[in-house]
């Protein structure tokens, strides 16, 4: 059974790092384009970052400069560092893996979630 699960989520105060990681399992992810998503409160899913089979990239404008998406197909690990973190990046991230774009209903499979506060 095809299974993503993130890691690395926590509290940090702002100007501060996270590197959140997504495990998957179950089926290699490969050729999936893999993204992160997130979802702060009163607000919708919306995307983060996305990263192809083939490493190519693509940010959110509020996060570019800060974030950076990386993906080991050897370990079926894709991560999300993340530095000069701000209060608005507080939210529950979610990794997702499917056919790709920055809609949600791109993506078939999703992890639960991670929390990342940032504190001013």
């Known amino acids: 059974q095809a299974q993503l699960v993130e890691s690395g989520g926590g509290l940090v105060q702002a100007g501060g790092s996270l590197r959140l990681s997504c495990a998957a399992s179950?089926?290699?992810?490969?050729?999936?384009?893999m993204a992160w998503f997130r979802r702060a409160p009163g607000k919708e899913r919306d995307i983060v970052a996305t990263?192809?089979?083939?490493?190519?990239?693509y940010y959110a404008d509020s996060v570019k400069g800060r974030f950076i998406i990386s993906r080991d197909s050897a370990k079926n690990t894709m991560y999300l560092q993340m530095d000069s973190l701000k209060p608005e990046d507080t939210a529950v991230y979610y990794c997702?893996?499917?056919?790709?774009?920055?809609?949600?209903?791109?993506?078939?499979?999703w992890g639960q979630g991670t929390q990342v506060t940032v504190s001013s």
């Open positions: 997702a893996a499917g056919g790709g774009g920055s809609s949600p209903v791109g993506y078939d499979y």
């Open positions: 179950g089926r290699a992810f490969s050729r999936a384009v």
């Open positions: 990263i192809s089979w083939g490493t190519i990239t």
